[in-house]
């Protein structure tokens, strides 16, 4: 059982920074690790849940929202089960509640559906962005 817990988030003010993190635990171990991916969420008050980045562990490969890529940068740190979100020059609209997600599966499936909320069973608790 994949347990996530995302942290990092807070207040900031208009073009400032902020770097989110979210730490697993429960991958299978071994190659099949690699097979895993994890794409950040967010969701504002009355919004639907959306996928702005994603990385699949195999490689590397980064997907991002075509609103955010510009801005938004995900990297992954395997010693530490960690992916981070590092998010520059934010606005108010990135203010909301960030959710990190993961997922075991092929890196086609990946390249095609990686930010459909509905595909993902292991989910973070969330955490908050206010941008002031």
């Known amino acids: 059982q994949v347990q996530l817990v995302e942290s990092g988030g807070g207040t900031v003010q208009a073009g400032g920074s902020l770097r989110l993190s979210c730490v697993g635990s429960?991958?299978?171990?071994?190659?099949?690790?690699?097979?895993?991916?994890m794409t950040w969420f967010r969701q504002a008050p009355g919004k639907e849940r959306v996928g702005v980045a994603g990385i699949y562990f195999y490689g590397g490969k980064t997907y991002y929202a075509d609103s955010v890529k510009e801005r938004l940068s995900i990297s992954l740190d395997s010693a530490k089960k960690t992916v981070y979100l590092q998010m520059n020059s934010l606005n108010s609209e990135d203010s909301a509640t960030y959710y990190c997600?993961?997922?075991?599966?092929?890196?086609?499936?990946?390249?095609?559906?990686?930010?459909?909320?509905?595909?993902?069973?292991?989910w973070g608790q969330g955490t908050q962005v206010t941008v002031s």
């Open positions: 429960g991958y299978t171990t071994g190659y099949t690790y690699n097979s895993y991916c």
């Open positions: 997600a993961a997922a075991f599966v092929l890196p086609t499936w990946y390249a095609r559906n990686w930010h459909k909320a509905t595909d993902y069973i292991y």
